[in-house]
């Protein structure tokens, strides 16, 4: 059956774009609701293992594509649930990045000067803090050891976590059932809640329709709770202003299907994705050397053999994130956690004479999986990727019940961006093979292309109509009324984990969305505090602010 409402905000997706927007949209006093096309998940629900229908495949959407796979949020919270709480800001020349377009791609409007506010109300409303020495894991001490030892620099990451809750299990990534991680279900969401807001989930956006008002009407499907390829229901809502926050691999499938209800779109909508730069290697140790080389030791006599105890990343090697790099040469290294399993199937085994990523040889490497440490780098990308013909529904043609779908996305890798590739892998060997220290294990694209769990770009903020879908202000070219204020609107890759960036952004889109509401007749304010009532950031940001 179908059924119709009506609100002044409905939002797609309660990741950080979406979350970040119910929750000040409804303390300013508009009807909002909110579609999520996952389940509602927190705490006591987050499981430790890998099971099917268990919390781990229900809160993830892996799209395989050609050429590049996503790997992101699906749930309530959305990417803050699944993500690993590191929260850089973007470096300041990521914002005078000129990639393939040969000038300046974000807005004039926004910089690492005029953002720092907004980043500043994001840290106090999670909080986020930068972990000591003493609160950094076994892997990322090993990984700091490793850098020194290598000449080279390393620090703690800024993260949202609450230390004396965590307990170094290595879940988090598929929740935090602990609650030491300061994900939206924590903060911005129970705040929205309160302030009337309605999120509904297991909701999927289909598509967008202008009304005679001048507002929007938005379809969507209910999908069944344990397979997500099948719909339990559907329904139609108009809505004055509509947000649209459900990830960089879902925003622009749901505009491209609506172009037939809303008319032209700009051409950007789909075009111009980036996957963050992002390459994964995995290192095998060897427990005598960095007992030897780097002084190390634990229980047992062990040097390391820790793989699988800690929480994401906690140290970072910035040394390549120098200003006067040339473009294309700028990365970061991180120690992060990835469970073995993902390893097992994309690690190359290093000078196999067979297959480099199955076989004997990958399962010998497998039996010495609790001295693995994995690098993440994150790169400059030339933002080669564009989204073709949408599937009849949802952002995927869904292959299992739940997590898997074959997506329309495909991504051929410019010189620019294998040769950033290059210089981190290369970065990553000199670390962790000098001395003999470790074997490094490459991540295979041959088996599902390129990979990213930071998908950005894919209706981007920018001045150029020809590059951009939106203006500064987050509003879609040609479509008053739609924002877009997830990692899509992120113009390119920003060297580090992008989640402080997409959220910062989303805060500073905010104001404007606020006015396009009274224009349109909804008595709504703007100057909430942060979800638990503190002010200094909201003091921050008055100046900026314009009634």
Not at 38 to 66: A, C, K, N, Q
Not at 125 to 131: D, E, I, K, S
Not at 305 to 321: E, R, Y
Request: charged letters at 20%; aromatic letters at 8%.
């Amino acid at each position: 059956m179908t059924s119709t409402e009506s609100t002044d905000v409905l939002i797609v997706g309660s990741g950080f774009g979406g979350a970040i927007a119910a929750y000040h949209l409804a303390a300013g006093g508009a009807k909002v609701v909110v579609l999520e096309r996952g389940p509602w998940l927190e705490g006591e629900d987050f499981e430790h293992d890998f099971l099917l229908g268990s919390s781990y495949t229900r809160i993830f959407d892996f799209v395989v594509g050609d050429g590049m796979s996503l790997l992101g949020g699906n749930c309530v919270g959305g990417g803050s649930v699944v993500y690993f709480a590191a929260m850089p800001r973007a470096p300041r020349f990521v914002f005078d990045r000129q990639g393939g377009l040969g000038r300046r791609m974000w807005p004039a409007a926004v910089t690492r000067d005029t953002l720092d506010p907004w980043y500043d109300r994001v840290c106090e409303a999670l909080p986020v803090t930068r972990q000591g020495w003493d609160e950094v894991t076994y892997s990322g001490g090993l990984f700091a050891a490793a850098c020194d030892h290598a000449g080279r620099t390393a620090n703690p990451v800024p993260v949202a976590i609450d230390t004396e809750l965590c307990t170094n299990c290595n879940w988090m990534m598929s929740g935090c059932r602990f609650d030491a991680k300061r994900s939206l279900l924590l903060n911005y969401l129970p705040a929205a809640v309160a302030h009337g807001a309605r999120i509904r989930p297991l909701h999927e956006v289909q598509r967008l329709a202008r009304t005679a008002d001048g507002g929007y009407r938005v379809s969507y499907n209910v999908i069944h709770d344990v397979d997500y390829r099948m719909s339990v229901g559907s329904g139609e809502i108009d809505a004055k202003v509509v947000i649209l926050a459900a990830g960089a691999g879902a925003t622009p499938v749901i505009l491209q299907r609506s172009e037939e209800t809303l008319g032209a779109l700009p051409h950007a909508v789909g075009r111009y994705f980036s996957g963050n730069g992002e390459r994964l290697n995995t290192a095998i140790i060897d427990e005598d050397r960095a007992r030897d080389l780097l002084g190390l030791t634990r229980e047992d006599d062990l040097a390391y053999a820790a793989n699988q105890i800690g929480k994401g990343p906690c140290v970072a090697s910035w040394d390549n994130l120098d200003p006067d790099l040339p473009e294309f040469s700028r990365f970061c290294l991180e120690q992060l956690y990835f469970p073995p399993g993902f390893g097992t199937i994309l690690a190359q085994v290093p000078g196999a004479a067979g297959p480099s990523w199955f076989g004997t040889e990958k399962k010998k490497i497998v039996e010495r999986w609790q001295s693995w440490l994995t690098i993440f780098a994150m790169t400059e990308d030339d933002n080669e990727g564009v989204f073709g013909t949408p599937p009849p529904t949802g952002n995927a043609v869904r292959i299992s019940q739940q997590m898997l779908g074959r997506g329309p996305i495909s991504y051929r890798p410019t010189e620019n961006t294998l040769s950033g590739w290059r210089r981190s892998d290369a970065a990553v060997k000199d670390i962790l093979e000098r001395d003999g220290l470790a074997e490094v294990m490459p991540w295979t694209n041959d088996v599902v292309g390129a990979y990213t769990v930071h998908p950005l770009a894919s209706c981007r903020i920018g001045d150029d109509p020809a590059t951009s879908a939106l203006d500064d202000r987050h509003e879609l070219r040609g479509h008053p009324g739609i924002f877009v204020t997830d990692g899509s609107a992120v113009p390119g890759a920003v060297t580090v984990n992008p989640a402080l960036t997409i959220a910062a952004l989303a805060e500073r889109a905010m104001p404007g969305i606020v006015r396009a509401l009274r224009d349109r007749g909804v008595d709504v304010t703007y100057g909430a505090p942060s979800p638990d009532g503190e002010t200094a950031g909201r003091r921050g940001v008055a100046r900026l602010v314009r009634d």
